[in-house]
């Protein structure tokens, strides 16, 4: 879900059914797949490859799932009847702690493979 709703902004995607922009993509799906079995052992990828009951057709999960998914984040409880202006930071729930969990597993692969001391992080207003 992440690696998706991530990739759907430097794709130029605006909206949650822009997924299916990337999903056409052919030769981003092939890459996507690559990238998803690397620095598996053997023994990983073939479980991961028998994850799923029927063939895999898909590669990035459909708008209706991200959706779904999306909605955890939802607060009914924040809703006014006047815009706020003000972010809303969910407390940690399982989403987060999941995206908490992907980040540290990313950290921790870029690490092993190249030993810098110094980060630098750079992000824009989106």
């Known amino acids: 879900m992440i690696v998706s709703l991530v990739l759907l902004n430097p ?12 999903e056409a993509d ?27 009951r029927k063939e895999r057709h898909r590669v990035v999960p459909s708008p209706s799932s991200v ?15 006047r815009q706020t202006g003000k ?7 399982q989403h987060l702690q999941g ?5 540290r597993d990313l950290l921790s692969f870029v690490r092993s493979r190249r030993l810098k001391v110094t980060a630098t992080l750079d992000m824009d207003a989106t």
Do not use: M
């Open 11 to 22: 794709a130029g995607g605006e909206c949650v059914d822009d997924l299916r922009i990337l």
């Open 26 to 52: 052919e030769g981003f799906c092939r890459v996507l797949r690559r990238v998803e079995l690397q620095g598996l052992r053997r023994k990983e990828r073939r479980e991961l490859e028998r994850r799923w």
């Open 67 to 81: 959706f779904r998914y999306l909605s955890g984040f939802h607060d009914e409880g924040l809703k006014t009847g």
């Open 87 to 93: 972010a809303f930071v969910p407390a940690p729930n």
């Open 99 to 103: 995206l908490a969990q992907v980040n």
